[in-house]
């Protein structure tokens, strides 16, 4: 019998019924990790997998990630096991520590099976940039369209069925884009509300720890058991008291008022999205919400992405700082000097997208540029945050789709005039609001258009992960869509 393809719950009550072992749930997973075909992997950890799940003899009846198998994105450090953030410039980084989100899945016995690629230091959207090249969509046997980015290598896997639950990070919308290309739950939880100690930075005001599962309710059970307070680690991260996450999903959805965004829905030009966008607001009615349209300065939405290129790259460029061949990084041989040294690590090791945007952050922020740039930047964020704050004032939750397109077609046959195309620009970058303004967020499917999921996105105020989750269990079983992966893989 095969174990693949099962939701954390599932393989929960198989685990404590002693139906199968973590050894047997582990050997499974990394027999079928050998045979993918999407370029979803920088490490496969089998003998670190094997030997811990094989520890594992009594079942844990209380603890739903006892014995479970799961990934993580590359650009969170695990002591022992190689790190690379799909970079040249740390082809050889083994951490000696682990990421806080690492150890408390330890500390629950899940078991780390493999770490996944990921765009480069997790800077860009498309899957296409890490160091061993492009990650595919599963769905799409063809190699035509990407899972999306930069979370590519755990969306591509959770998708495929091989493991029920995967690490990624957030800083636009970098898992819950690739959730809606592959048919997954994406959940980014507020700022703060996970400890980001031992995940590279991008840019930190924007980084969250996020992940996939394939159940709304599984969800709600890794993010009690990631979230919680880290004094020594991380000081952004919040003391707040964890919620019973998953005992408080049931779906109840009545007398909450709902936001659609007039502006965002305009621009959707898939008809796949339409017919689906519409199915969510009858089924939100249905289950006795109400919804409404609000208006979105279209300016603002439009000044998303410039913002976000603005902001984040600028972080980037003073985070990234000490990758110089010197603190870390490749020392290419027969420098002269420090600054030789430097040069050649920083030239060689890194590929030319992350170098332009290392320019583009360095420009913004020359000191005769501050103003115009950085600073502005910060203002016209300032702005997004209060209007979208000022609608959830007033509602519960503001439900958008996570993309324009059912697929991901942006392979290079695409014209820089569609990609800056002003309703593509919104339509394609709106869930930075989120990580703008650090609101929690998830992407659930609602759709299966010519073989291809989509999905649907839902976010609320701060803190407020519950309604969250609520609103996203009371859609996933009116669509049905519960579980849904790609079976066979990429074949």
């Given at each position: ?153 755990s969306a591509s896997l959770v998708a495929q069925g091989i493991i029920p639950f995967a690490l990624g990070s957030d800083t636009g919308d970098s ?217 959830l004032n007033d509602y519960d939750a503001i439900v958008t789709p996570c993309a324009g397109s059912v697929k991901n077609p942006y392979f290079g ?79």
């Amino acid at each position: 019998m095969s174990y693949l393809g099962k939701t954390i719950e599932e393989l929960h009550s198989l685990l404590v019924n002693k139906e199968v072992t973590p050894f047997e749930l582990a050997k499974e997973a990394i027999e079928a990790l050998k045979k993918d075909t999407t370029n979803a992997l920088e490490t496969i950890c089998e003998k670190e997998a094997l030997e811990f799940a094989s520890s594992l003899s009594e079942p844990e009846v209380d603890n739903l990630f006892w014995g479970i198998p799961y990934v993580a994105k590359d650009n969170y450090a695990t002591k022992d096991i190689l790190t690379t953030a799909s970079s040249d410039i740390l082809f050889d980084y083994v951490p000696c520590f682990d990421a806080t989100v690492i150890k408390k899945l330890k500390d629950k016995k899940a078991v780390l099976i493999a770490k996944s690629t990921l765009d480069e230091l997790a800077m860009g959207g498309t899957g296409t940039t890490g160091h061993k090249g492009i990650t595919y969509n599963p769905y799409d046997p063809t190699h035509t369209y990407k899972i999306g980015g930069s979370s590519c290598g755990s969306a591509s896997l959770v998708a495929q069925g091989i493991i029920p639950f995967a690490l990624g990070s957030d800083t636009g919308d970098s898992v819950r884009k690739p959730a809606s290309y592959g048919g997954l739950v994406g959940m980014k939880p507020t700022w703060g509300r996970i400890s980001r100690f031992g995940l590279f930075p991008f840019a930190p005001s924007l980084d969250h720890v996020a992940y996939f599962t394939r159940s709304v309710k599984d969800a709600a059970a890794a993010l009690e058991i990631l979230s919680g307070k880290d004094i020594e680690h991380d000081a952004t991260c919040s003391t707040r008291e964890v919620e019973n996450y998953y005992s408080l999903v049931n779906g109840n959805i009545k007398g909450k008022k709902i936001a659609f965004i007039k502006e965002i829905n305009a621009h959707i030009v898939d008809k796949s999205i339409v017919e689906a966008m519409n199915k969510v607001k009858e089924s939100l009615i249905k289950l006795g919400a109400s919804v409404e349209e609000v208006s979105f300065d279209e300016k603002l939405l439009a000044s998303i992405y410039p913002v976000y290129m603005i902001i984040s790259c600028a972080e980037a460029t003073s985070n990234n700082a000490n990758l110089d061949g010197i603190k870390f990084g490749l020392r290419v041989g027969d420098e002269s000097s420090y600054q030789e040294v430097m040069m050649k690590a920083r030239t060689q090791g890194f590929s030319e997208y992350i170098r332009r945007r290392f320019v583009i952050g360095s420009f913004s922020l020359f000191k005769e540029n501050q103003e115009e740039l950085f600073l502005r930047a910060q203002k016209i964020r300032h702005l997004i945050v209060n209007r979208v704050n000022e609608i959830l004032n007033d509602y519960d939750a503001i439900v958008t789709p996570c993309a324009g397109s059912v697929k991901n077609p942006y392979f290079g046959n695409d014209s820089i005039e569609a990609r800056l195309n002003p309703g593509t620009v919104i339509v394609e970058n709106h869930l930075t609001i989120g990580n703008f303004a650090g609101l929690p967020s998830i992407s659930i499917p609602v759709g299966i258009d010519e073989g291809f999921p989509f999905d649907a996105n839902i976010m609320t105020r701060a803190f407020d992960e519950v309604t969250c989750f609520n609103v996203a269990y009371a859609l996933e079983n009116e669509f049905g869509l519960k579980n849904i992966y790609c079976k066979g893989g990429n074949k």
